[in-house]
């Protein structure tokens, strides 16, 4: 149970995290055009096609002692932010990037900017044009996008192995935990913990799916 | 009122240069008229503040003299701070909210009050759609939202960029009807954008030209519309094919006829034969007894006479079905490009088009300063301010 709930906890504060980088990052790309626009955009769908395995081996030197983690971790006291949780955290949002990215850049470019300057000149602030405009107009997108985000983070595997190791309570997340009782040849325990993940990552595209076609207009994914 | 543009913006190879004062004396409307993709929408975004340009906007009413934009003391009031509001081309309407939510947004972030909304809400006929979605409205009920949504936000000036560029004809009309009276009814000054001649000779109290040299845009001085149409120098002159006249000492008569005077010449409006032709004329309006009861108070009237509804007689006809005629002397001969003969005739001070064939300017025999009379089979009425 320490596994599941790890890795729920993971998922949440990743897709959190996400969002808030994600914004402001999606609206940018969605509404700007610049030189090397391009570059930028492929930096954050390399996640996409590296393997999880060479993306995990830079982050683990990255975190580590002598990488900017472990510079970081000093302030408090520690020597790496590899195998930790915060590791792992910045991990997942690293790994997961794309995918939350990327359906709020499509929300947003189909919302256009127009939206946004009707509400500024009807005397709405920055704040409240957000508030009461963008936001419920791009639902749909934040859905898909937490969804998106959330699953992905929950079948995270390569990148957790390399940076994060098996260490139970702090790192050890299901889908290592599965590979563990794999190894020991305990079927009936990894049965269980498999069937859960399918079950939950099928919950959740069941949702995306079955939202995106009450609000096709605003369009998503 | 008045507003101030001292600004260029630029952005890429485009340039926009604006060097005028706008100045409405009472509520008016002034027309900003520039051919497609000249820049009119940059125009407007300069001064509701969606645009960052360089230089100068400031607005003064009464003795207040505030500054929007000043970039040598690096001050740019954001756009939600400044009491202009805009109607877009393509209604822009909240996709997420339904009618009246659409209204409540501009409602709850203004001063207006509960009788401005019950007011707007009848004057513009929007009670029965209250509760639709907006992909249920049609595109000219549309577009009466957004005009609703717009005078419901209380700005000192109100912007309307070509809000009847996607309407089909019976909507444009429709919409038309309302844009008049946002000047009288509400009181606004209203800034008027749009690329088509009908609509700035139905609306336009001052006309704004943009024109484009060397891939530069400058912004014109205002003129008033009347000016305009009689100076043959000027681009629109016999463009509109429109003349307008105005009309002094009106006066509702009991046999139901509007009768007023051009110069010292009598003419009366029957109100069931004014023209539905022409995209400028609004037979709706006229029919409607309140608006008429409006026009008629005013007692100046705008009349906006199409110069293919009027004809050329060498001696006034007494037996004709046609009611008004005016009698002038040719002052300007001139031959359009489809063949036809555009006269201009002066009637008092003022000048009437008159467009006939070639044929008829053989038969007739026309000559410069030759008395003739005009014979008007249709006539817009509008109210002059």
Redesign the interface.
């Known amino acids: 149970m320490d596994a599941l709930l790890l890795t729920l906890k993971l998922a949440f504060f990743s897709t959190v995290i996400l969002i808030i980088i994600a914004t402001p990052l999606a609206w940018f790309l969605a509404h700007n055009t610049f030189k090397g626009k391009f570059l930028l955009e492929a930096i954050i769908a390399l996640p996409l096609v590296l393997p999880p395995t060479v993306l995990g081996f830079y982050l683990l030197i990255a975190l580590g002692p002598n990488g900017p983690g472990g510079f970081i971790a000093q302030l408090w006291g520690d020597r790496t932010l590899a195998f930790s949780f915060s590791g792992l955290l910045i991990g997942s949002v690293i790994y997961s990037l794309p995918f939350v990215v990327q359906p709020l850049q499509n929300g947003f470019s189909l919302i256009g900017k ?2 946004l ?10 704040k ?2 957000w508030r ?2 963008i936001f ?2 791009a639902k749909p997108a934040y859905i898909s996008a937490a969804t998106l985000g959330f699953a992905h983070t929950l079948g995270e595997f390569g990148v957790v192995l390399m940076i994060g190791g098996n260490i139970p309570g702090e790192t050890q997340v299901i889908s290592i935990k599965i590979f563990e009782q794999v190894e020991a040849l305990q079927y009936q325990d990894a049965h269980v913990l498999s069937a859960i993940l399918l079950g939950l990552s099928f919950l959740m595209l069941t949702a995306i799916y079955a939202t995106r076609k009450s609000v096709s ?2 369009g998503m994914l | 009122m008045n507003l101030e543009l001292t600004f260029s913006l630029k952005k890429g190879r485009f340039q926009l240069n604006a060097n005028i004062q706008i100045h409405w004396q009472q509520p008016s409307t002034h027309v900003i008229f520039g051919k497609s993709g000249i820049g009119k929408s940059h125009l407007l975004r300069c001064i509701c503040g969606l645009e960052n340009p360089t230089g100068v906007i400031s607005w003064h009413e009464d003795h207040n003299h505030v500054h929007w934009l000043d970039s040598e003391r690096r001050m740019n009031m954001a756009c939600h701070l400044r009491p202009v509001t805009m109607v877009f081309q393509d209604n822009q309407l909240f996709s997420h909210l339904n009618v009246e939510e659409n209204l409540r947004f501009a409602f709850d972030r203004a001063t207006a009050n509960e009788h401005d909304w019950q007011h707007c809400i009848d004057a513009l006929k929007l009670r029965d759609l209250l509760s639709h979605q907006v992909q249920q409205l049609s595109g000219g009920q549309a577009q009466r939202v957004a005009l609703a949504r717009a005078i419901l936000s209380k700005p000192k000036l109100l912007i309307l960029d070509e809000p009847l560029a996607s309407l089909d004809w019976q909507s444009k009309q429709d919409v038309m009807d309302y844009i008049k009276r946002l000047n009288h009814e509400w009181q606004l000054p209203v800034l008027y954008v749009t690329h088509d001649i009908h609509e700035v000779l139905t609306l336009a109290d001052q006309v704004i030209m943009l024109h484009d040299k060397n891939a530069m845009t400058q912004v014109q001085t205002p003129r008033p519309l009347i000016d305009i149409l009689q100076d043959e120098n000027h681009p629109f002159y016999g463009l509109g094919k429109s003349s307008i006249l105005i009309a002094h000492n009106t006066q509702h008569q009991q046999d139901g006829l509007l009768h007023c005077q051009v110069g010292e010449q009598l003419m009366r409006l029957p109100i069931a034969q004014i023209s539905d032709k022409g995209a400028s004329l609004s037979s709706k309006e006229h029919t409607h007894p309140t608006n008429l009861k409006t026009v008629a108070e005013e007692n100046k009237l705008r009349l906006c006479i199409a110069a293919n509804d009027v004809s050329l007689a060498l001696s006034e006809a007494k037996d004709s079905s046609i009611v008004n005629t005016l009698q002038g002397k040719v002052s300007r001969i001139e031959q359009t490009t489809s063949g036809q003969y555009l006269i201009q005739l002066k009637v008092d001070d003022q000048y009437l088009l008159s467009e006939i064939s070639a044929y008829s300017f053989k038969r007739l025999n026309i000559e410069m300063w030759q008395p003739l009379f005009a014979q008007i089979k249709g006539v817009a009425l509008q109210r002059c301010r």
Request: glycine share 0%; net charge neutral.
């Open positions: 127009k939206p300057e009707v509400a500024y000149t009807l005397n709405a602030s920055f409240d044009a009461t405009i419920p107009l207009k605003t």
